[in-house]
Nanobody
Framework: QVQLVESGGGLVQAGGSLKLSCAAS????????MRWYRQAPGKQRELVAA???????DYADSVKGRFTISRDNAKNTMYLQMNSLKPEDTAVYCC??????????WGQGTQVTVSS
């Protein structure tokens, strides 16, 4: 079992920044990759960024150059630094842990709202 707890969401003006955190606990050793997803009202869930155990990263085209995914292994925490935020970034952001056995764990989500 893996438990994920997100924090850091909130309301910010367009052009501003926020940093999301996702703290993992439990069977950390089973995690192969961690990802940030987001879902806006009326839209499908979207993969925002991913980071593997080896440190490789990948981003959605819509956030490249603005968002940075990172992790602190000592704290078992993943981060998403979001800069130059746009109103279209408004969504519930959830962290995901993908295990070596292809199982997915999800956090409860944190709301990010960007005002124009």
């Amino acid at each position: 079992q893996v438990q994920l707890v997100e924090s850091g969401g909130g309301l910010v003006q367009a052009g501003g920044s926020l940093k999301l955190s996702c703290a993992a606990s439990g069977s950390i050793f089973s995690i192969n990759a961690m990802r940030w997803y987001r879902q806006a009202p009326g839209k499908q869930r979207e993969l925002v960024a991913a980071i593997t155990r080896g440190g490789s990263t990948d981003y959605a085209d819509s956030v490249k150059g603005r968002f940075t995914i990172s992790r602190d292994n000592a704290k078992n925490t993943m981060y998403l630094q979001m800069n130059s935020l746009k109103p279209e970034d408004t969504a519930v952001y959830c962290c995901n842990a993908h295990t070596y056995t292809a199982y997915n764990y999800w956090g409860q989500g944190t709301q990010v709202t960007v005002s124009s």
